[in-house]
């Protein structure tokens, strides 16, 4: 997934808010496989487990089996075709998550290689809250940042003042 880029300053950003809502003696699920960024949650000193590949939109056992206190999902709801029911299966009180925004200059991502690298959602901030608030969870904080590109045109313009990423830290209600 990573074989050109390496997103640097999605991961700063992501780490920085974990870090102000997270402390290290809380356990973590992280949804998805391993990934560069649970490492990187492992090397800054958090109890990490993952999810082990299964289709999330049909078994949600692991999220359901898990004694961790707190979910992390990180860019993992836009590949789901039903967010809702994995949010509603999350036993933890505490929920962290990112998604990426809906631009509207730029269509939904599709990897054309790889099946589980493609964006069913791409959400507008409203759309995301009214998710977790409809599955349960109260919005404490969130956060913006976009996703600037060294390319030259108008959609490269356009991200460097349009947000692409919002994260938020939500407590069950």
């Given at each position: ?45 958090y ?14 056992s ?37 998604v ?74």
């Amino acid at each position: 997934m990573y074989e050109k880029t390496f997103p640097n300053k999605r991961f700063k950003h992501t780490l920085e808010f974990l870090e102000k809502h997270i402390d290290t003696r809380e356990s973590i699920l992280d949804l998805g496989v391993e990934n560069p960024f649970s490492k990187i949650m492992k090397n800054q000193g958090y109890k990490v487990e993952n999810t082990k590949g299964e289709d999330l939109d049909l078994d949600t056992s692991s999220i359901k089996n898990s004694e961790a206190e707190v979910v992390t999902a990180f860019e993992i709801f836009e590949h789901l075709l039903s967010p809702f029911t994995v949010l509603k299966s999350i036993k933890t009180n505490k929920l962290i998550a990112s998604v990426p925004l809906k631009l509207w200059f730029s269509s939904a991502y599709k990897s054309k290689t790889d099946k589980w690298d493609r964006h069913y959602h791409e959400f507008e901030d409203w759309q995301f809250d009214w998710l977790l608030e409809k599955t349960g969870w109260k919005i404490i904080d969130s956060k913006k940042w976009t996703n600037p590109t060294k390319k030259i045109g108008i959609r490269p313009f356009l991200r460097w003042f349009t947000p692409r990423y919002y994260i938020v830290y939500a407590e069950r209600v």
